[in-house]
């Protein structure tokens, strides 16, 4: 019953996938999911809800969804698992990266650069060193759907890469219309990084870019990797394989190592992002408008903690 959920375009497709395996929906109440992360020590997935200014929490062992947190303003987009297993968070409401640490205290990691808020950090990923690498576009602050509407400070919409040690930020990126996903390959000596401008200001931007990363942290290149051929790209991973499996307005996007499509999981629903879980990391856990879905895969995810 499953094979239609399967869009097969490259042969090499056919073994990343189980088409007798069933995209299940765990959790349906959302306005706009986002942000996938997975804690393997809690069998748990956390995850956002923006619209609704909502972080929740999916439990593996029971199939249960709970709310962590509701109300407080900050419409949290983006999150990840750092090195230490705390949560790391992109909070459009406050304009911030904060980190939850293991006794559910909040740190503000980050709010502001040279002095000026930032637009609506949007999302994350922490690199083998510690540090913190962010993307800062103005979906908080275009309205008061994703946020609260305001004028932005800085007079773009950057990257960033914050130092552990020294709280130092930067930016590494600075032509970016909307600079959304992004991710290390799998030797983290290339940064992928999505500009999503085309999907909310109908012209513009719907792809995904692929930068060297210095060993002083700065990015050189940024050549155009891979065009998204339906809406636009927004969050995505690695397998460990090299792989790129990207949300996408039909579902998900699985990319070779050239760019090249393979082929898709079809969801219902516009897809945000993705992640890989469970206890062999082969669980894809997807983030699409109103819900959540996963998948079994007979590939690997990315060990990223």
Known sequence: MADTEFEILDPAFERLVNTSARVEQLWRCGRWTEGPAYFPALRSLVFSDIPNDQLLRWDETTGETGVLVAGAGRYTNGNTVDREGRLI????GTRRVTRTEHDGSLTVLVDRFDG??????????VKSDGSIWFTDPAYGIDSNYEGYEADPELNG??????DPQSGACRIVADDFSRPNGLA????EKRL????????????????????????DGGLTGGAVFATCTAGGF?????????????SAEDGVHCLDATGKLLGK??????????????PKRHRLFITATTSLYSVLLPVTGLKTF
């Open 89 to 92: 968070s992109c909070e459009h």
């Open 234 to 246: 927004d969050g995505f991973r690695f397998d460990n394989r090299g792989r790129i499996w990207t």
């Open 192 to 215: 992928f990084i999505v500009d999503s401008a085309g999907t909310t200001h109908g012209k513009g931007e719907r792809h995904m870019r692929v930068f060297d990363v210095g060993d």
């Open 265 to 278: 999981i079809l969801i219902p629903e516009c897809v945000s992002n993705v992640c890989f879980g469970g």
């Open 116 to 125: 000026k808020r930032f637009n609506s950090p949007n999302d994350v990923v």
């Open 184 to 187: 290390f390959s799998l030797d």
């Open 157 to 162: 919409c950057y990257v960033y890469r914050l």
